[in-house]
């Protein structure tokens, strides 16, 4: 899988992720609750991959993709209708 964020570092503080995918640290601790972005813990800090930031924008680029196209169909199905 190829970088979709430019990682200087293995993992981030939630602080950090924060400032990377532009997010407010309350709205970050929700994604990780519902399982949208994984977290790992280390004794009672709670730690960000690349992999899993990665992994994250890649499934939200993929949310959107699959939304413009199917935009697309349904502006093609009411030009025929």
Known sequence: MGQ??????LMYTVGEACKLLSLSRAFL???ID???IESITIGRARRITSTQLDAFV????????????????YRTFSRTR
């Open 4 to 9: 979709y964020l430019n990682h200087s570092k």
């Open 58 to 73: 890649k499934a939200r680029e993929g949310e959107i993709e699959a939304g413009a196209a199917s935009s697309a169909d």
């Open 29 to 31: 601790y929700r994604l």
């Open 34 to 36: 519902t399982g949208e």
